[in-house]
């Protein structure tokens, strides 16, 4: 093809390979550009040849990748190198970290061998990339080893948190098994079996290529001390980091939405300054830039779907007298529709008519004649002049078959017909309005089939997404044995997602096949880091050991060395490597701070309140029915408040009958919020609503904040005294105030007038002598104001007992737990009760005794065996699921100890020889308070847990011991369960 200005000769090439075997390709290439340089001499540069198309494009962006890869992998190793060696200080440690990633590849591939013929070796590709999971299992293994110097401590800390890791990982991985994608499909079984089988060599293989005991090495130098530094700061400590993340978190969840998928799959290609100037100069002679929009017509016949297409043309032709479409391509001048060739053949015999015929042959006849022609070699035209029928399709097929296959495709019943228009990018969207939505016609370009293309990846890549939470989260749940560890757990991954998402919808990063794939890699290594954290947070929980820190530091290893791996590849020229750079960049770095941040928050919140381990660690259902109770709270508050507010404003009644009605109103919202909480069985005990008649102090031993709730149900005529916060309560404050309730903080004297007013108007008055809530839920020492009130306003006392609100929530907890709650109002104490005695002091004292003695019959009523079982339980949770179920079924086996209950002393002292992990001393020890326990094990890590329990007191100890060699003290009973067969003959 010869340009307009007769200047440029233009030719296709069609290589005899594809263009994805760029190796082959680049030899061709090599001769055109040899071709090219002599050209140029033998013309004297006078004249140039100039090439471009996919050909050239594909094996640029090979050149180029492998140019990238080499230099940064070179940058990479050597950096890596000497950032493990400075911190290993073992000359070995380069080679190790990869025995059992490879192991784990080529065990993959074996195994892809086996089950399937063929493996797409972009997925193999790929899928080395997941490589970095696996070397992180050996950096996690050697990391541990430093610190700990035995082999089998290593194994027996890491090999669960590795085998969970693994497990979850892979199953993410087998997520891409659902989607349409071979190639997918087949990265996610390498993967998956990679990474696994990865986890297996490194618990197997390396501990063999270590002596099992050896020195532990913690090396001061500049790389490790660092390393440690920013490994032990707690950051989960520091507020403002957890508010910033909830911040960030926020306006991440709307930058989120902004993360597209590159539809324009050229932005991921590399072309070197030659090709854009190639490209740009055959653009100038060709329009080459403008893009092809396709016009298909469908039809079940060919002569249908070139009618179809002929149709087409006047809208097509109008938008080309608009410069709209700059040119266009169609088969209907030269293979017309038979309504069209009629048309033409119509045409053709107006025109020639009998002269016209008789003239040419005329004349034809004699010029051939002249030249020495034949007389025969015009017959056939003359035959043509004088037919009435136009050819048929099929003598039109050899023109079709060498010049219009591209344009017309037959296949079983469907007929296509196609035309080409050129426009410019501008233009595209007119030309769309035009033709889009039309009966039997597609219209396409080749960036829509890409849209088209990355929509449905989208919508794999969403459906991967929510298969792979669910299934990790489910995995996580089953093998920490707790919901509660499986969703915190599982928040940091959602949040170090959202992280990543948002920051790349900030910078305007938009998700292609390279980083969609990198983005599954670094989600992996999110599992990881969060089980590796949570291990560690266990282990501090259960054995009382500073254990994070290490795993912190394995982390942290695994992030530099993961960063500097795939990192360095912000440094490549070719783009696709640099979203990959960019997207491992945001995601190691939102996964560390993430994981570093919140996840021993999380886990405190669990096990921890206001600085100290919570009696009973919080849990799930804990949670729930707090909630419930919080919203029965909320609501009855609220409607308290716009009821109360009716009535003291809009009645038409006397105050007094506002208040009284106010009071029973607070009583009946009292009494919802009480039985609302349908995890407390609740057991009200009184003699009878007379005793209430008459006014009088009404004093309780206090034990949570249920007990003002329990109390004001009972009795609708009853006052509190408050502190002054209630007074002042934005949100019942002024109902406080409305119902009488009196503040106490400036003593008792200035408030006694009202008092003695508000008694005459048949109300009592309600106190807690201790003052505060009981600790540890036994009934304290009283002070003398309830008894000064009585004395000085002539009132009877009514001692009310509260048991189990303490439990069901305990002081400095913000939780509802599941026990049994009782109040029972005990007879009236009148002035002449035997315990009124003459002094303040002593009549508290007196009181105080009599309450403890009928809380302790109480106590006894309810704290069954089945009781303490439950709190031993509580305390032995998040302790690893192994431990809790050989706990349960232990306890429930033994009966809940009751044999050996009956058979010991209630007081003295016990010694307990192999007490293993302390079920049965705890629980005999919660039965008879007054039992003192001496326990011996030889198991360091069981006496650890037992150690580290909240019920631990001064009455029981835990001793670290090799019973055989030890002389016990002398002792009230000794206890040798399940131990004789652990002991020496003789």
């Known amino acids: 093809i010869i340009s307009t200005d007769h200047k440029n000769l233009l030719f296709f090439v069609i290589p005899a390979n594809p263009s994805t075997e760029t190796s082959k390709n680049a030899e061709l290439l090599t001769l055109i550009d040899r071709y090219s ?17 996919s050909m050239p494009v594909s094996i640029g962006n090979a050149q180029q990748i492998k140019r990238d890869i080499i230099v940064t992998l070179r940058i990479a190793v050597f950096l890596l190198i000497v950032f493990l060696g400075l911190y290993f200080r073992r000359k070995l440690t380069f080679l190790l970290l990869f025995i059992p990633a490879l192991l784990g590849g080529g065990f993959a ?22 490589l970095g999971i696996s070397v992180d299992y050996a950096l996690h293994f050697l990391s541990r080893l430093q610190y700990s110097g035995s082999v089998r401590t290593v194994i027996k800390d890491i090999s669960a948190p590795i085998m969970t890791s ?46 099992e005991e050896q020195k532990a090495k913690v ?106 479409i700059r040119s266009y391509t169609s088969v209907h001048p030269i293979y017309p529709s038979s309504e069209r060739r009629a048309e033409k053949l119509g045409m053709w015999n107006n025109f020639w008519t009998e002269e016209k015929v008789r003239n040419v042959e005329q004349s034809i006849s004699n010029s051939s004649a002249e030249f020495r022609f034949r007389e025969n070699t015009f017959d056939r035209f003359f035959e043509l002049l004088e037919t009435d029928n136009a050819p048929g399709l099929s003598a039109l097929y050899p023109l079709r078959e060498e010049f219009l296959d591209e344009y017309i495709t037959e296949k079983d019943s469907l007929s296509m017909v196609t035309t080409v228009l050129k426009v410019a990018e501008n233009d595209k969207a007119v030309v769309y309005d035009v033709f889009e939505g039309k009966k039997d016609l ?22 991967l997404i929510m298969i792979s939470l669910i299934v990790v989260f489910l995995i996580l749940t089953v093998s920490f044995g707790r919901i509660e560890l499986g969703i915190i757990t599982f928040i940091p991954l959602l949040i170090s997602w959202v992280f990543t998402l948002g920051i790349m919808g900030l910078l305007g990063i938009r998700f292609n096949i390279f980083n969609i794939i990198i983005s599954t890699f670094i989600f992996g290594l999110g599992i990881d880091y969060a089980i590796f954290c949570m291990r560690g947070l266990m282990q501090e929980y259960q054995y009382g050991r500073k254990k ?112 009284l009605i106010f009071h029973q109103m607070l009583s009946l919202a009292c009494r919802v919020i009480v039985y609302g909480s349908v995890n407390c069985p609740k057991y009200i005990r009184s003699p009878g609503k007379k005793i209430f008649k008459e006014p009088a102090v009404i004093i309780c031993n206090h034990q949570s904040h249920l007990d003002t709730v329990v109390n004001i149900m009972q009795n609708p005529r009853m006052i509190l005294l408050t502190h002054p916060w209630v007074q002042k309560s934005m949100f019942f404050g002024w109902f406080v105030r409305f119902a009488d309730f009196l503040p106490v903080h400036k003593g008792l004297d200035p408030i006694m007038d009202q008092m003695r007013e508000i008694v005459n108007k048949g109300y009592s008055i309600f106190v807690f002598p201790e ?109 690893g699921p192994v431990l809790e179920w050989y706990m349960k079924v232990k306890i429930r086996m033994e009966k809940q100890y009751l044999l050996f209950h009956k058979k010991l002393p209630e007081q003295g002292l016990i010694t307990d020889i192999g007490c293993g992990y302390g079920f049965m001393s705890y629980m005999l020890q919660l039965m008879a308070p007054n039992r003192q326990f001496l326990c011996y094990d030889y198991d360091p890590d069981k006496v650890d847990t037992a150690n580290h329990c909240a019920l631990k007191n001064k009455n029981i100890r835990f001793i670290h011991a090799d019973v055989t060699g030890i002389n016990p003290e002398q002792s009230d009973a000794f206890i040798l369960a399940d131990v004789l067969h652990y002991m020496p003959a003789e």
């Open 37 to 53: 340089h002599n050209l140029d001499n033998y013309f004297n540069k006078k004249a140039s040849l100039r090439y471009f198309g």
């Open 109 to 130: 591939i074996a195994a892809l061998y086996l089950i399937k013929t063929e493996v797409s070796a972009i997925s193999l590709g790929l899928g080395s990339v997941m």
């Open 166 to 211: 693994s497990i979850t990982t892979a199953s993410a991985f087998l997520c891409l098994l659902v989607l349409k994608s071979e190639a997918l499909r087949d990265l996610g079984l390498f993967a998956a079996l990679s990474v696994f089988s990865s986890a297996i060599f490194t618990l197997t293989i390396l501990p063999l290529l270590f002596k």
């Open 219 to 324: 090396h001061n130098n500049p790389v490790a001390n660092l390393i440690r530094r920013v490994a032990a700061f707690e950051y989960h400590r520091k507020g403002k980091l957890v508010w910033l993340i909830v911040l960030l978190f926020i306006v991440f969840l709307f930058t989120s939405g902004k993360v597209k998928f590159e539809s324009n799959m050229d932005s991921m290609n590399y072309m070197a300054e030659e090709l854009i100037e190639s490209e740009d100069y055959l653009d100038s002679i060709s329009s080459y830039k403008l893009k092809s929009v396709y016009l298909v017509s469908i039809a079940g016949e060919i002569e249908d779907a070139l009618l179809a297409n002929e149709r087409l043309i006047p809208s097509v032709d109008s938008l080309k007298k608009k410069d709209i």
């Open 442 to 463: 597609i219209v396409f370009d080749r960036q829509s089939l890409t849209s088209s293309f990355m929509d449905g990846l989208r919508d794999d890549f969403d459906t």
């Open 548 to 659: 994070l820190i290490s795993y912190k530091i394995s982390i942290l290893l695994s992030g530099i060395t993961t960063l500097v791996g795939i990192g360095v590849l912000i440094f490549a020229k070719h783009p696709a490597l640099q979203s990959i750079a960019i997207s491992a960049i945001i995601g190691i770095f939102s996964v560390i701070f993430i994981t570093y941040t919140l996840l021993p928050r999380l886990f405190n919140f669990l096990i921890r309140h206001e600085g100290r381990n919570r009696r009973w660690p919080a849990t799930f259902k804990d949670f729930l029915f707090s909630i419930n109770t919080f919203l029965i709270f909320i609501v009855g508050v609220t409607i308290l408040n716009i009821a109360g507010l009716a009535l003291k404003y809009l009645a038409p009644i006397k105050t007094t009958q506002k208040k």
């Open 771 to 879: 003052g505060t809530r009981s600790y540890d839920l036994n009934i304290k020492r009283f002070h003398q104001g309830a008894f000064y009130i009585a004395r000085e306003l002539n009132l009877d006392i009514i001692p009310v007992i509260s048991y189990g609100t303490g439990n069901a929530m305990p002081k400095f907890e913000p939780f509802m737990k599941t026990t049994t709650v009782s109040m029972t109002v005990l007879p009236r104490i009148s002035s002449d009760s035997p315990l009124i005695k003459d002094t303040l002091l002593a009549t508290s004292k007196s009181v105080r005794h009599h309450m403890q003695k009928e809380y302790a019959i109480i106590r006894k009523e309810f704290e069954t065996p089945v009781f303490f079982r439950k709190k031993v339980i509580r305390n032995y949770l998040y302790r």
